[in-house]
């Protein structure tokens, strides 16, 4: 069974940088899309960034355009959130999916999507 652990979260100040690692059990990881989410308190879970199983496509929401980088190691079953010039509004709760045989566009949105794996999410606070 696929599973998936987030580790890279803590507490930084606005402008600072973070990065997020997403790393599996599995070394058919790099079979997968995955995509990182967040959820803000009192918000509903919103697609941050996706990446393709073949690295050759990547998403990005437009509020983190520029400043996020996503990235996969395939000898590390990893996948990579290099978050920089870090903002209040990114404090969240980041989680990681995966999926099969799905558009990033559609894993992004949670629509037509069964997703395979949940990472239990990591805390990300951004405050002076």
């Known amino acids: 069974q696929l599973q998936l652990v987030e580790s890279g979260g803590g507490l930084v100040q606005p402008g600072g940088s973070l990065r997020l690692s997403c790393a599996s059990n599995?070394?058919?990881?790099?079979?997968?899309?995955i995509c990182w989410f967040r959820q803000a308190p009192g918000k509903e879970r919103e697609g941050v960034s996706c990446?393709?199983?073949?690295?050759?496509?990547?998403k990005y929401a437009d509020v983190v355009k520029g400043r996020f980088t996503i990235s996969r190691d395939k000898a590390k079953s990893t996948v990579y959130l290099q978050m920089n010039n870090l903002k209040s509004e990114d404090t969240a709760i980041y989680s990681c999916?995966?999926?099969?045989?799905?558009?990033?566009?559609?894993?992004?949105?949670?629509?037509?999507?069964?997703?395979?794996?949940w990472g239990q999410g990591t805390q990300v606070t951004v405050s002076s």
């Open positions: 999916a995966a999926a099969h045989l799905v558009s990033l566009e559609d894993m992004f949105a949670q629509t037509r999507v069964d997703f395979l794996a």
């Open positions: 599995r070394f058919t990881f790099y079979t997968y899309n």
């Open positions: 990446i393709s199983f073949n690295n050759a496509t990547v």
